[in-house]
């Protein structure tokens, strides 16, 4: 199935989505490189971000130069190519990518043309909290349709058991949490605020500090604007050692600086709302009043003149009678064409 044929199935996936979605917030989607998907995300989410999926440009690099460069070669440039996107700045992304120009110049006039600003932590605009890779969605996508060949309405059952499940599990561990943070997001947090301790905070105009790390590189954070000049703030969602050395210099809590995704509050609202069981078919008793007739669609005729069959059914091919010569009594002719007639 070509792009163009894609678009109106996918602009109907997207505005079926917007429906349950809040556009209130700007929303950031990681997809692959097709057109189709770009053009369907503008028009419906038009303040919309996406990103490519690191993993889809990764199986491209591989492809484009599998035969012309070595396997080791194509191990290094993946390397230095996952490197680059992982920037977090655009000084850092340059060496990346002049280390690909080094190696292979094709390479490198490929990762140009592969559009950085939607892969490229160091120019993307959106916030993908580090998630480069749409490996979230396909291990779903592989979760639910791992089931045997059933009816579709066993299928939409198992899906929706193993769904109830994975709700349950997940609100039931949330439940167990005392932290202010998921667990994950915690730990990363506290290592910020032990790396801190060591950094040197010198107080600047307005909301804005300078701090100096261990490699005595000065840093600007803006606690205003949630933002340091490392930009890992801005890219991981919680805040670097350098915001967290300023935040703890003017006597500010740490986790009022965290987005509120990461919140143990926010995990357990995204799965307060269960799935409940569905009863059997068995189990359920109806009444005499309740029976349900099936009628045949209605189904208007059309206009004009029935159209007729250009081609006899197999079936009516197969009766069908052979032409028998009513003076000679032979098959395969009639009368008028009879040879004993002339």
């Known amino acids: 199935m070509g792009e163009n044929c894609l678009l109106p199935l996918l602009w109907m996936e997207m505005m079926q989505l917007k429906t349950v979605l809040s556009i209130s917030h700007e929303i950031t989607f990681v997809t692959d490189m097709k057109k189709a998907m770009s053009e369907s995300l503008g028009s419906v989410f038009p303040n919309c971000f996406y990103g490519y999926c690191l993993h889809r440009l990764t199986e491209s690099l591989k492809k484009k130069f599998k035969g012309s460069l070595t396997l080791e070669v194509v191990r290094v440039l993946i390397s230095e190519f996952h490197k680059a996107a992982h920037a977090p700045t655009a000084e850092e992304f340059k060496k990346c990518i002049e280390t ?10 490929w990762v140009l043309q592969t559009e950085p600003e939607h892969w490229a932590n160091a120019f993307f605009k959106g916030a993908r909290y580090n998630h480069l890779k749409s490996s979230v969605t396909e291990s779903f996508c592989d979760w639910v349709s791992d089931l045997p060949a059933m009816p579709i309405t066993q299928v939409i059952e198992t899906i929706r058991r193993k769904m109830m499940e994975f709700i349950y599990t997940r609100k039931m561990d949330s439940d167990q949490w005392s932290t202010k943070l998921a667990p994950s997001s ?12 060591s950094l040197e905070v010198v107080l600047s105009p307005g909301s804005c500090f300078k701090v100096r790390d261990t490699l005595d590189i000065m840093n600007v954070v803006s606690l205003e604007n949630w933002e340091c000049s490392c930009r890992e703030w801005q890219i991981n969602g919680l805040p670097c050692l350098h915001a967290a050395a300023a935040i703890e210099h003017v006597g500010k809590d740490v986790y009022d600086y965290c987005y509120r995704y990461f919140t143990t509050e926010a995990f357990k609202i995204t799965y307060s709302e269960s799935i409940n069981p569905v009863p059997s078919l068995d189990g359920c008793t109806q009444r005499e009043s309740s029976e349900v007739l099936v009628h045949p669609p209605c189904i ?10 250009k081609y006899a059914l197999i079936s009516e091919q197969a009766v069908k009678r052979s032409l028998q010569c009513s003076k000679c009594k032979k098959l395969g002719h009639n009368k008028r064409k009879c040879k004993q007639s002339s």
């Open 186 to 197: 915690e730990e990363n947090l506290r290592r910020s605020l032990v790396d801190s301790r």
């Open 300 to 309: 208007a005729r059309p206009v004009g003149r029935p159209k007729e069959r």
């Open 100 to 109: 690909i120009k080094n190696i292979s110049p094709e390479a490198y006039e």
